[in-house]
Every structure is written in structure tokens, then in C-alpha cells.
Nanobody, 126 residues
């Protein structure tokens, strides 16, 4: 098991920014591709972004390119999601996930993920 723990969620006004973090205390994330997904009320879970184990490959949902940036610091065993210009429709529970695949590229697919965090709520509202 990989106990992924997300943090950084909260209430933010439209146009604001948040940075989410995800770590697995006591475990190394360096061998995993990592991803962020989100689940809004009444909607299906959506892939947000993924990053390969060495950070050389990233992928984003088309609708989020330019506003969200994924990064990782393997020395700190942490993956980040920087979210800018937030909109009310970005309100969701954001989940961190890990993929054990040995491929060189990450996959932004929930079925590819082997481990999931419990999520952190992001609310964008004035």
C-alpha cells in the first residue's frame, strides 16, 4: 500500500490560486508516475494532470492547460498541483494517485492508477 496524503485544499475566490501537495509519509514516490484527478458534485471523476516518475513527461486535461501546472520534487517525495485563475467550476475534491507502470510516459487514466489518496476539497467561491 502507498498512503498518499493530499493537502492544500480550501476556499478560494474566483481568480485566485492554490497549490496542492501530495506525499506518502515514510515512502518514496520516485518510482511512480503521479497524477491528479478531481471529482465535482454530480460529475464524473476527471483526470487533471499526470507527471512521469522522473518528471520529464507531463500531460494535462485540454480544458486546464495554461492554468494548472503539475510538478514533483523527488527529493521531498512530493507532487504538486499549482492552480491559477481558479473558476467556480474548478470546485471539486482533488485526488492524488500513483501508477506503478514502468513505461516512460505517464497515463492520465483512472484505470491506470494503483494507489489513491483520500482527496482534498477545493472550493472556488466568492
Amino acid at each position: 500500500q502507498l498512503p498518499l496524503v493530499e493537502s492544500g485544499g480550501g476556499l478560494v475566490q474566483p481568480g485566485g490560486s492554490l497549490r496542492l501537495s501530495c506525499a506518502a509519509p515514510g515512502f518514496s514516490l520516485g518510482d511512480y508516475h503521479l497524477a491528479w484527478f478531481r471529482h465535482a458534485p454530480g460529475e464524473e471523476r476527471e483526470g487533471v494532470s499526470c507527471i512521469s516518475s522522473l518528471g520529464g513527461n507531463t500531460n494535462y486535461a485540454d480544458s486546464l492547460k495554461g492554468r494548472f501546472t503539475i510538478s514533483r520534487d523527488n527529493a521531498k517525495n512530493t507532487v504538486y498541483l499549482q492552480m491559477n485563475s481558479l473558476k467556480p467550476e474548478d470546485t471539486a475534491v482533488y485526488y492524488c494517485a500513483a501508477d506503478r507502470s514502468l513505461s516512460s510516459r505517464c497515463r492520465l487514466s483512472s484505470t491506470a492508477m494503483d494507489y489513491w489518496g483520500k482527496g482534498t476539497l477545493v472550493t472556488v467561491s466568492s
